[in-house]
């Protein structure tokens, strides 16, 4: 079955940098069908970045700090968080065709 398990959260400073990962498996890989998710405390479940028509899109508020990749040899996801603010503390989860990871918290203090 489809298997995402997410990683590299963690605590940092604001102005650092994590990486996520979301190795799948189970599934054929396939960027344009994932997606990166966060859930911050209170707060709804929100869409950060995924691939449309083949190219990046991200919300409004990560735009210019994240970057999604993906590498189809690896069946990994990734999001590259730079510049990390204080709002950015969440929750983390890849999202492929209805399933879900578990998520990876990341904290950023201020």
């Known amino acids: 079955q489809v298997q995402l398990v997410e990683s590299g959260g963690g605590l940092v400073q604001a102005g650092g940098s994590l990486r996520l990962s979301c190795a799948a498996s189970?599934?054929?890989?396939?960027?344009?069908?994932m997606v990166w998710y966060r859930q911050a405390p209170g707060k709804q479940r929100e869409l950060v970045a995924r691939i449309s028509g083949g190219s990046p899109a991200y919300a409004d508020s990560v735009k210019g700090r994240f970057t999604i990749s993906g590498d189809h040899a690896k069946t990994t996801l990734y999001l590259q968080m730079d510049s990390l603010k204080p709002e950015d503390t969440a929750v983390y989860y890849c999202?492929?065709?209805?399933?879900w990871g578990k998520g990876t918290l990341v904290t950023v203090s201020s």
């Open positions: 999202h492929f065709m209805g399933y």
């Open positions: 189970g599934m054929i890989f396939s960027i344009n069908a």
